[in-house]
């Protein structure tokens, strides 16, 4: 089974920019399916982004389409999250999820097989 370990998150300023990195390791990347999602303290985990194994496919929640953008390296087994004009509502720790079905890009965290510890992302205005 693969194994994902999220970096990248940080405290920011709002309308700043980062890019969270979600490596993977144990099978390669390009098995999966994959995505990004999000939990807000006392909030439950929401979906943020996800992107099929060939690219080919990708989809971003509306609260962040225009400026979250999903995108992946099968050869470096990383998938990354560009995330510009950040808002304080943005707030929250990041997972990244792999499905087993690799042709999905599936809004559904049920759905997802496999998920990283999360990276915080705090955004201050």
């Known amino acids: 089974q693969v194994q994902l370990v999220e970096s990248g998150g940080g405290l920011v300023q709002a309308g700043d920019s980062l890019r969270l990195s979600c490596a993977a390791s144990?099978?390669?990347?390009?098995?999966?399916?994959m995505a990004w999602f999000r939990q807000a303290p006392g909030k439950e985990r929401e979906f943020v982004a996800a992107?099929?194994?060939?690219?080919?496919?990708?989809r971003a929640a509306d609260s962040v389409e225009g400026r979250f953008f999903i995108s992946r390296d099968n050869v470096r087994d990383t998938v990354y999250l560009q995330m510009n004009n950040l808002k304080r509502e943005d707030t929250a720790v990041y997972y990244c999820?792999?499905?087993?079905?690799?042709?999905?890009?599936?809004?559904?965290?049920?759905?997802?097989?496999?998920w990283g510890r999360g990276t915080q992302v705090t955004v201050s205005s």
């Open positions: 999820a792999a499905d087993d079905n690799r042709e999905g890009a599936t809004t559904v965290a049920a759905e997802y097989d496999y």
């Open positions: 992107i099929t194994w060939n690219s080919h496919l990708d």
């Open positions: 144990g099978r390669p990347l390009r098995n999966y399916g």
